[in-house]
């Protein structure tokens, strides 16, 4: 362990350092072999870096592609680990980034492991990314690992880039149709309301049940926009952060056609891009499936790739053999890795289909877009087709009475 001591020379000069003992009688010992006269002699406290210490923060996906390219290239060039760890520390200024290199330095100084870090965070950092840097360790391919996973990563980022570009419109439209919306029935509605029910006038029973829901929003205004506001908040908690909530958005969002799809191609993607980056670094099949299965996201895909590796290629079956019997598995999937298992090219066509299903989730994408704006665009229509009914009625009921 390290230790901070403070002693004093033959000169009589204050020496203040740290060094690594077992224990504080070899600390005193190893200061007393060199002359000098130990003042005081205290254990130096483990670094520890907690990541919700800088809360607002987080290791975003294109601070893992610059980490991982960087270091690719600098081990690349001949430059040691711990040098390339020290010249990033140097550039980053990012808090959250700089500490967890500091880490990193700190447990390879003491002989740890270089994953061991990455595997304390698994929020930041899957298992699939932790696994591929073991494997690469153990191997001596650190560089071409890194390599491989700048790439994967690059690709992941340009794919969520494009999902983000489709569905951004859908997202504005929705916003500022809610805010329009909002006018409409709190200040423009009630407004209206006032003067036909301030004027004597008996409106249908149709507007009348209108004008008295656009009367109450008016009157409530501030505490439906506050309950709203609750509401909204606490059903993205539930729903993004606890298990039970996720599980119920995941479901209800596998009974809708579309989006169904797009969550199974990009389950399809995530298998086809995880396995061959897993096998391309030298893991063992089972074990790569096993942890390929903890990153598809989909149950039914997990399970068979569970029973792919533990009941089939754990049991004797050829990869192809297990893959086939697996009916979450698409034929044409199954059947290409039968094919490549047999002529050595596992991971070639694996990388393959993960690029073909990284454009089929791209044209998912724009088909629920597509889908998404009319709808929207209809269920607007109804409100204020209904808000102008609202109106016209009883208008045009007034002008016949002259």
Do not use: C, W
């Not at 006269?37 to 907690?50: C, E, G, M, T």
């Not at 808090?95 to 930041?124: D, V, W």
């Not at 249908?204 to 008016?218: D, E, R």
């Not at 399970?303 to 979450?328: D, M, N, Y």
């Amino acid at each position: 362990m390290r230790f901070h001591y403070k002693a004093i020379n033959t000169k009589g000069k204050l020496i203040e350092a740290d060094l690594e003992a077992v224990d504080m009688a070899a600390a005193l010992a190893s200061i007393g072999s060199t002359g000098l006269k130990p003042i005081s002699l205290k254990p130096v406290k483990a670094f520890s870096f907690d990541l919700s210490k800088f809360f607002g923060q987080k290791i975003t996906l294109e601070d893992k592609v610059f980490i991982t390219k960087y270091l690719s290239l600098m081990l690349r060039v001949g430059t040691d680990l711990f040098r390339a760890i020290n010249i990033l520390i140097d550039d980053f200024d990012k808090p959250i980034i700089k500490n967890l290199l500091i880490e990193i330095r700190t447990n390879l100084e003491k002989g740890q492991p270089f994953y061991t870090t990455f595997a304390k965070y698994p929020k930041s950092f899957s298992p699939v990314f932790v696994n591929l840097i073991r494997a690469g360790e153990v191997s001596g391919n650190l560089e071409r690992v890194f390599s491989e996973l700048s790439i994967s990563l690059e690709k992941e980022r340009d794919l969520t880039s494009k999902i983000k570009s489709a569905l951004t419109y859908p997202v504005i439209l929705f916003i500022a149709s809610i805010f329009i919306l909002i006018l409409l029935v709190s200040f423009a509605l009630p407004k209206i309301a006032n003067v036909f029910l301030s004027g004597g006038l008996k409106p249908p029973a149709f507007s009348q049940l209108v004008f008295t829901v656009g009367l109450f929003i008016g009157d409530h205004l501030a505490v439906l926009l506050t309950l709203l506001v609750v509401i909204v908040v606490g059903g993205l908690f539930f729903f993004m952060k606890t298990a039970l909530g996720k599980k119920t958005m995941y479901d209800f969002a596998l009974h809708l056609p579309v989006i169904k799809r797009v969550i199974r191609e990009i389950s399809l993607q995530r298998f086809a891009a995880t396995l061959s980056s897993l096998l391309s670094s030298g893991l063992p099949i089972i074990e790569s499936i096993e942890i390929t299965s903890d990153s598809v996201g989909v149950p039914e895909l997990k399970s068979a790739l569970h029973r792919i590796a533990q009941e089939g290629i754990a049991k004797g079956l050829t990869v192809g053999e297990a893959f086939k019997r697996e009916p979450a598995v698409p034929k044409i999937v199954a059947n290409l890795i039968a094919i490549s298992e047999k002529s050595g090219h596992l991971e070639e066509i694996l990388l393959t289909l993960s690029n073909f299903y990284a454009s089929e989730v791209e044209g998912a994408v724009k088909s629920l877009v597509s889908f998404i704006e009319p709808v929207m665009l209809l269920m607007i229509g109804v409100v204020i087709g209904t808000i102008a009914l609202a109106v016209i009625i009883p208008v045009y009921q007034l002008t016949n009475t002259f």
